[in-house]
């Protein structure tokens, strides 16, 4: 071992540069080969009874020889899927929240739970933009608009990285349909490609997310794994991406022509390249400087991260699921939850006595059981936490008689109703297990077949709401769910999605009032099905185009039933004194936010931009920036948003485009105060 190839603490750029060169001289090209892929993942996966999570999975990098580490990997959206980790609510539920500060600090007790548990690399960050609400894996990611999915992805990515755990961000590119993930050919146009399902990557890797993995479907007829358009044109070239690429698991490498086209390592194993690579490249048919360039990536970010000094002494097995993070994961349950409904109902008075009905109401629901899924000490369940502060009967679809019976005798009513693993989720094949609850060969999870609630789950809230109590449904699902059966016959509707651990303390607070609802919809809830882009989940070929969610109903003058950033509170603000200006390369907003009701709470403010008349259809309006603040009875801030002059523009013939004219600004609560708005003159100014 030659001490001069290993990193240590303190190593400048150049240092870390000529350490890596080093490694390249004496390596074999077996082993830097062996670099390229994961290293042991199914002999630990069988030692650990076949549970995903049980143990470190070895990622790239790493020669034993020489002394050089590895990347160790976990995944996980709502927390660590190691141990008994923290389990935060579900990627959307924070998306929800539209709180970049709250997901930047999620992030960063995620990086100490991963350091404490021997990982440096996580898959937590995924972007994926929700298409339609059928996408099994829509729990996964933060919405329907590019700019809140960047926003929210780049805050979660710092938060990683602050404690030096190499983030990835997932899947490059347009995954957003699940069941036929490993195989869908979608074809895309530019204009729709770097406009709509691009720039939340690039507002990612801009923020200094260190690796990208690679998604499994096809693009334009090839592989994402594969795909040099994707992987060198877009995301090194344009982008100047100087990270590594690494495949999904298992199925994400289809032949070694995919280490010229951009990709850096095959995980878990080297299942198509190791030994075909190697013959390739002595063969002549893959170049030398391929398999140099590639470990040059994943050392030069391996080498950065071992080298830069850590923020905390020691990373503990005592800080996985400490008192802090669980503070943090009830904070994140509170903030994200949407009141989508309320007559009146809610806030419940004190020692309301409530009948909380539905199967999932004891069910410990934190999401999907596949790669994403967490194992926290305990979860609080929705009739945990609210047995805990008030009295409470029960009852389920199980019989209707009965569960009537609790609701007439109770002073209100609240139906837990939505989905579970089995209804959405990340699809995992017959024969594959993660070692989830049900693994007896049955597939699990994958796209939603209705958009509905389960037909006895609606026949429950209709007899609840024959007894005339106030009547308050509480919504558990990954993305929206269409109502219309019965939003009717419910006095209030609480969007609560896969809350996590604390999701059944979030809740009673939320429904007597100790917080306010603050949360606002990250999607489009439409009347109907057909409102929703096209969508088959076993398609083998899909085409996206421009229009969906909040831009394809407003372009069709569809009216939603709740619309992107709907969400009600608990008191009422006001908007007022909205400023424009230019500054340099963006627009300076500056806008009052006023409480004018009752109680102390918080607010996203949400800034959409109008672009003018151009030589291109656009977006009726794009959410161009967003904030949240948190304001006291009768409390006045002033809030700033910023919005790049490089985000208002539009892609043609290979190039950004800038259209001058008078561009229109809007701003709101989404909590169904009015909006404000105002126009400036944006001229090009060289873009």
Request: proline share 5%; aromatic share 8%.
């Amino acid at each position: 071992m030659t001490l001069s190839l290993l990193p240590e603490k303190s190593l400048t750029a150049a240092d870390i540069a000529e350490r890596v060169e080093s490694v390249l001289a004496e390596a074999t090209l077996a082993e830097k080969i062996a670099m390229m892929s994961g290293k042991g993942f199914f002999r630990q996966y069988k030692a650990d009874g076949k549970l995903w999570g049980g143990s470190p999975y070895r990622a790239g990098g790493g020669i034993d020889r020489l002394g050089v580490p590895a990347f160790w990997f976990t995944d996980g959206p709502r927390g660590v899927a190691r141990g008994q980790s923290t389990c935060f609510p579900c990627t959307m539920a924070r998306g929800a929240s539209f709180d970049s500060d709250l997901e930047h600090r999620i992030g960063e007790a995620m990086a100490i739970e991963i350091r404490a548990q021997g990982c440096n690399l996580s898959g937590a960050v995924c972007i994926n933009l929700l298409r339609h609400p059928a996408w099994g894996r829509a729990q996964e990611t933060y919405g329907e608009d590019p700019h809140h999915l960047g926003a929210m992805g780049a805050a979660l990515a710092r938060g990683l990285a602050a404690h030096n755990v190499c983030a990835t961000v997932k899947h490059f590119a347009l995954n957003s349909m699940e069941n036929m993930r490993f195989s869908v050919d979608v074809i895309i146009d530019e204009r729709s490609l770097h406009e709509v399902y691009l720039p939340h990557f690039k507002a990612v890797i801009d923020a200094g997310c260190q690796s990208v993995m690679s998604a499994y479907n096809k693009v334009n007829g090839e592989y994402c794994g594969e795909n040099r358009h994707l992987l060198t044109d877009i995301l090194r070239h344009e982008w100047g991406f100087a990270g590594f690429v690494h495949s999904d698991w298992i199925m994400g490498v289809h032949s070694v022509w995919g280490a010229a086209a951009g990709l850096d390592v095959e995980n878990p194993e080297p299942r198509v390249w190791g030994d075909k690579l190697l013959a390739a490249v002595e063969a002549g048919s893959i170049a030398a400087s391929v398999i140099d360039t590639a470990c040059r990536r994943i050392l030069t970010v391996l080498y950065t991260n071992v080298s830069a000094e850590d923020p905390l002494p020691e990373y503990t097995q005592a800080m996985v699921s400490s008192p802090a993070h669980a503070a943090l994961a009830l904070e994140a349950a509170e903030k994200s939850a949407v009141l989508l409904k309320n007559d009146g109902v809610l806030p419940f008075a004190p020692a309301k006595r409530l009948a909380v009905l539905g199967r999932l109401a004891r069910l410990a629901n934190t999401g999907d059981n596949g790669s994403s899924r967490v194992r926290p000490l305990h979860v609080v369940t929705a009739l945990e936490g609210l047995a805990a502060v008030t009295d409470v009967l029960t009852g389920d679809e199980d019989d209707l008689a009965a569960a009537a019976a609790a609701a007439s005798a109770a002073d209100a009513v609240v139906v837990i109703a939505g989905y579970t693993a089995r209804e959405e989720g990340e699809f995992i094949p017959g024969g594959i297990t993660l070692g989830q609850d049900n693994a007896a060969g049955a597939d699990i999870g994958g796209d939603r077949a209705d958009l509905g609630l389960p037909a006895d789950t609606q026949a429950l809230i209709h007899a609840a709401a024959a007894t005339g109590k106030p009547l308050v449904v509480v919504i558990v699902a990954g993305s929206a769910v269409l109502v219309e059966g019965w939003h009717y016959a419910a006095g209030a509707i609480l969007q609560s999605f896969y809350a996590g651990q604390a999701g059944g303390t979030a809740l009673a607070r939320l429904l007597f009032g100790q917080v306010s609802p603050s949360a606002r919809l990250p999607f489009s809830v439409a009347r109907q099905a057909g409102d929703y882009p096209w969508f088959d989940r076993t398609a083998s070929t899909i085409t996206y185009d421009l229009w969906h969610g909040y831009a394809r109903l407003e372009r069709e003058g569809i009216e939603p039933r709740y619309g992107f950033g709907h969400g009600l509170s608990y008191t009422a603000f006001a908007l007022r004194a909205l400023k424009l200006r230019l500054a340099q390369d963006r627009v300076a907003i500056s806008v009052a936010v006023s409480n004018t009701g009752p109680m102390a709470a918080e607010t996203p403010v949400l800034a959409f931009a109008h672009a003018p008349d151009g030589p291109v259809a656009r977006w009726p309006r794009q959410l161009a920036a967003f904030t949240r603040v948190a304001l006291a009875p009768g409390e006045t801030k002033i809030v700033a948003l910023s919005v790049p002059l490089s985000a208002l523009r539009w892609r043609g013939q290979g190039r950004w485009h800038f259209q001058p004219g008078d561009y229109g600004f809007s701003v709101t609560t989404g909590a169904g105060d009015p909006d404000v708005s105002a126009t400036i003159r944006l001229e090009s100014l060289g873009i």
